[in-house]
């Protein structure tokens, strides 16, 4: 079993975590890592006025920085997120098929709902579609009872396009709300919205146990459009395979982990980058002690091997 953090601590962040000795997660066949591939698709649910925004996007495309085009369309912008649901999704689906891969999308509602083909294809492939809200907006100064209204309606479009309700959530800009909004909305085995751990661990919301699967804004492919980042794409490869081979070796030394990579269609998408992709791909296949899993896979494995246990604080 592993803890929960004690209700009624003072402060509000968890900092000590498992401390120096990590559980054994037990993951399946004896692997000595839990790999996580995430496919963020988010082309369409961006700012743009075409979405009633009052500016253009100006974050995590090949143009870092700069201002917002004011009431009017940047199609420079936004042709290059198109690029990402036109042919770099398509791009990283073949790889993953072509290896027996399966991976998590964080699918964006409104940017599912523009391009149905691709949602059905995540589905038909067998890859796990969690929410990554209705938009691919900022979430933190959105009034509570709209980010209620936008939790539900990304719940009924993932559902009603891929015929599967999500089990997982990721917002990435959160609120101060959405950890609660999500819980209190319900059905979800996890949430990612944190970075804090190399395992899944349990908080409290509203009285229960919450899982959470950390995320990574590390080994994600975003950092190729925030400097300083990825000079180019044999170092996006070099740091993904450092640091599978470094968690891989913690592994066999007792204390296995989970790794996350963080993949945008519009930007892992791109030929040059999809070929380190694939060259990463083919070294984590060979291997041979990884479980390459989906999120929600993870998260089935967690809650059944190690089921929360609550610790209260010392009188």
Known sequence: MTHIMAPGTTYPRDLRGYGPHTPDPRWPNGAKLALSFVLNYEEGGENTVLNGDAASEIYLHEVPGGSPLVGERNRTVETQFDYGARAGVWRILRLFAARGLKLT??????????????????????????????????????????????????????????????????????????????????????????????????????????????????????????????????????????????????????????????????????????AALARFLDHVVACGDVWVARREDIARHWWETHPPQAIHPAK
């Open 105 to 274: 999308v964080y699918g964006v509602g409104r940017a599912l709902e523009l391009n149905p083909d691709v949602a059905r294809a995540f589905a038909e492939q067998g890859h796990e579609v969690a929410s990554h809200g209705w938009r691919w907006i900022d979430y933190h100064a959105m009034p509570e009872a709209a980010e209620r209204a936008e939790i539900a309606r990304c719940v009924e479009t993932i559902t009603r396009l891929t015929g599967k309700r999500p089990v997982g959530w990721y917002t990435g800009r959160i609120s101060p709300n959405t950890r609660r909004l999500v819980a209190e909305h319900g059905g979800f085995l996890y949430d990612s919205d944190s970075y804090d751990d190399d395992l899944p661990h349990y908080i409290e919301v509203s009285g229960k146990p919450q899982l959470v699967i950390p995320y990574t804004l590390d080994n994600n492919d975003m950092k190729f459009a925030v400097p300083p980042g990825f000079g180019d794409p044999d170092g996006f490869e070099r740091h993904l395979r450092d640091a599978c081979d470094m968690l891989r070796a913690e592994g066999a030394d007792g204390s296995p982990k989970m790794m996350s990579v963080g993949l945008h269609c519009r930007l892992a998408g791109r030929p040059g980058r999809a």
